[in-house]
């Protein structure tokens, strides 16, 4: 079982920036960052692989910025230009091979 941690959420006002950080405990392959905003359905954010290629959804793109660190097994989230539909619960998504693990989720809370 690979056990993800997310940290780095909090109440940020619009326009500010946060940084989110998924740990894990072992090395992992492919991490994808979620959220999951208050009423609707989970939506991908943005994901990494093992030799740092990304991809954004739509609502990322030039704002958050997705990068990690092997040593560390560690994923980051870096938020910028926030704004109140941004606030949501982040959920730290982590694939290798044909398995996937999930962490517990942060919330990141948006004020106008």
């Known amino acids: 079982q690979v056990h993800l941690v997310e940290t780095g959420g909090g109440l940020v006002q619009a326009g500010g920036s946060l940084r989110l950080s998924c740990a894990a405990s072992e090395a992992i392959v492919s991490t994808a960052w979620y959220r999951q905003p208050p009423g609707k359905q989970r939506e991908l954010v943005a994901v990494?692989?093992?030799?740092?290629?990304?991809v954004y959804a739509a609502l990322a793109k030039g704002r958050f910025i997705i990068s990690r660190d092997n040593a560390k097994n560690t994923v980051y989230l870096q938020m910028n230009s926030l704004k109140p539909e941004d606030t949501a619960v982040y959920l730290c998504?982590?694939?290798?091979?044909?398995?996937?693990?999930w962490g517990q989720g942060t919330q990141v809370t948006v004020s106008s």
């Open positions: 990494i692989n093992i030799d740092g290629d990304t």
């Open positions: 998504n982590a694939r290798r091979g044909d398995s996937d693990w």
